[in-house]
Each structure stands twice: as C-alpha cells, then as structure tokens.
C-alpha cells in the first residue's frame, strides 16, 4: 500500500495564525482526502482533493476555513485558518487505493491557545 | 446517505479471552466496510475491509469480522486479546472503491486487563 508522509506531526499554535499541514505520497493517486478527529471523537471528512480541480467540501467546512491545494498527484496541503482554539484536532489525510482501501496519513496533532 | 454505528463506547477485556466489537451501518446499496485502530498518539491503521465475496474477513493481528446483510452489520472478532491490541477502534463504511469518502462510527476503545 501507499506510503504517506504527514508533517508537521503536531504544533501548539497562537489564535488568528494559520497552519499549512503536507501530505506527501509515495505513488500517485487521483483523490486525497482530508479528516478532522476533534478531541475524543471520530473522524469527519473536511473535503476531497481532486489533482487540478477545486476541493469539494463537505456540509459545514468552507474553503475560506480549510483551503486545499492539490498541485500534483503525489502532494496536498491544508490550511487551517485564522485558528480558535475550537481548531485543535487532530488532522489527517487519506488516499484512495481502490480495492486496497484506503491509506491515512499519521496525523497531525493541532492544538491552538 | 450512509451512517454507522458503534454501541459500545468502551470494551474492557481480559488479556486471552475473546473480543466481539460491535458495527451496524446504514446503506442503501452494497457497502463497502472497513475496520481500523488507532493506538494513542498514532494516525489509523486498516485491519480488514469488505468489498464483495465471502462475507468472513481476516485481516492482520488474528482480527476478523463477519459481514451480515440481514442485520446490516460488520462485526470484529478476536479469539484471544493481547494487551497489545488495547487501542480505538474504527468502522467505516463507504459507497465503494475509487473515490468515495469514508464515514465513520463513534469508535470503540478496548482497554486489556491483565
């Protein structure tokens, strides 16, 4: 199965900053995904990442919030933006590998004071 | 829409007896299943998945689970638990393969008691 490099593993951010977390991945793959896990609970999908196409994002995350870039088929990142302490998550990324399921990336552990 | 359910928030089990982890899901058509663990601190690892086929999965570490149709559910099975299992665990269930996203159940947290 793929292979994904998520970096950074975890940061303590201030409130009104922004952080870029990377999703790096050792084949190509058509579509990317990016997971929220708030503390305690499970995984909610923030949006899918086509390779040059816009993101789509699902009910209740904007692209204002999480803006994604998907430059090629091996690499994303997503912004969290403008972060308030309801931010801190842990963020995952995920790659379809059809019949193989699905890869997720190690996390990143986000917490936001 | 599809949705899972996982009853049981936390399971306590003794090192060497067996597990049953329980998963219903809702969906309309064929679902794709999946499990996977995540031990503290660590992103998610896949124990099994069902597609189509036998519905007895094996998956890595002596996990397996059972898909029933007639009871919409996907149940994780270990004869004898290690201490090393104690860990969340996650079902998911998705449209197919190719594209489609991964709902998620609350998770389940197994505790092993020695």
């Known amino acids: 199965s793929a292979v994904i490099s998520q970096k950074p593993s975890r940061d303590i951010c201030q409130r009104g900053t922004s952080l870029t977390i990377q999703c790096q991945v050792d084949?190509?793959?058509?579509?990317m995904f990016w997971y929220r896990q708030q503390p305690g609970q499970s995984l909610t999908l923030i949006a899918t990442?086509?390779?040059?196409?816009?993101?789509?994002?699902e009910s209740g995350f904007v692209i204002d919030k999480f803006p994604i870039s998907r430059p090629n088929l091996t690499f994303s990142t997503l912004t969290v933006s403008n972060m308030s302490p309801e931010d801190s998550s842990i963020y995952l990324c995920s790659v379809d590998q059809g019949e193989y399921g699905y890869t997720f990336g190690s996390g990143t552990r986000l917490t936001v004071v | 829409a599809q949705s899972v359910t996982q009853p049981d928030i936390h399971i306590t089990v003794s090192e060497g007896a067996s597990l049953e982890l329980r998963c219903n899901y809702s969906?309309?058509?064929?679902?794709?299943l999946f499990w996977y663990v995540q031990s503290p601190g660590q992103g998610l690892q896949l124990l099994l998945k069902y597609f189509s086929g036998d519905t007895l999965v094996q998956g890595i570490k002596g996990f397996e689970a059972e898909f029933k149709r007639s009871q919409s559910s996907f149940n994780l099975r270990k004869p004898s638990v290690h201490w090393s299992d104690a860990a969340e665990y996650f079902c998911?269930?998705?449209?197919?393969?190719?594209?489609?996203?991964?709902?998620f159940g609350a998770g389940t947290i197994l505790r092993v008691k020695s």
């Open positions: 990442a086509n390779q040059g196409s816009e993101a789509t994002y």
């Open positions: 084949s190509q793959v058509t579509m």
């Open positions: 969906y309309g058509a064929t679902p794709y």
């Open positions: 998911a269930v998705g449209a197919g393969p190719f594209g489609n996203k991964l709902v």
